[in-house]
């Protein structure tokens, strides 16, 4: 057990699931989308629906999705500053079942027009394990340095990619590979030891299977 896990992270606001975890959530889904954001669509589930207000829920989700950390002092300021660099988004409360009580799902448009989905639940302390990319069931906490990259599901694929990682001296700690459909789109999810390189990612978005590649530090 860790300090973090006995007395909390450190943030701005009341509580560590709705405000620390909601804050980490918004910033896992940016740095997925990688690409400038300017609309979000920010579906709520369970205690997060109820409570989103009040707890300032809804202010942490867009810091996350600005970029903010959880002890940004701009995040009581998060909704100015999104309309300053113009980016839209509209919070909607959903009492559909089956899902933890502090799940977010972010519906995503990028600048260059692209859709992404990506859902999330806050644990509690905030951590969170961000549960769903798009179709693809995932669990990550965002603890580690990860690789995520939707490609074309073709052999060979898998060792090309792991190849440029070894080629950057990076130690895969653990590996991941979910497919739609045989033959047609998958999506691998690698967490490092260490920081990959620019050049090494750049190399794996090179490949020709490869749709595209987000990298997350740990948040």
Do not use: W
Request: hydrophobic content about 40%; aromatic content about 8%.
């Amino acid at each position: 057990m860790s300090v973090f896990d006995i007395i909390g992270p450190v943030m701005i606001g009341p509580s560590s699931s709705h405000t620390a975890g909601a804050v980490r959530l918004g910033k896992m889904a940016k740095t997925i989308a990688n690409d400038e954001i300017v609309h979000c669509d920010i579906f709520l589930y369970g205690s997060f629906a109820k409570t989103y207000k009040g707890h300032g829920t809804d202010l942490a989700l867009i810091a996350g999705l600005l970029g903010f950390s959880a002890d940004d002092e701009r995040i009581k300021n998060s909704f100015s500053i999104a309309r300053e660099r113009q980016i839209t988004y509209r919070f909607i409360e959903s009492n559909k079942k089956g899902y933890h009580p502090n799940t977010v799902e972010f519906h995503i448009q990028t600048v260059k027009g692209e859709r992404i989905r990506v859902v999330g639940v806050s644990i509690g302390g905030g951590n969170i394990i961000v549960t769903e990319i798009d179709n693809f069931k995932v669990k990550l906490p965002g603890t580690f340095f990860t690789l995520i990259i939707p490609h074309r599901d073709k052999y060979g694929i898998i060792s090309k990619i792991t190849g440029k990682v070894a080629e950057d001296k990076a130690n895969i700690a653990y590996m991941r590979v979910i497919r739609e459909e045989k033959g047609v789109s998958a999506l691998m999810v690698l967490e490092t030891d260490h920081e990959v390189s620019p050049n090494c990612i750049e190399n794996i978005k090179n490949l020709e299977e490869v749709i595209k590649v987000s990298f997350i530090k740990p948040i």
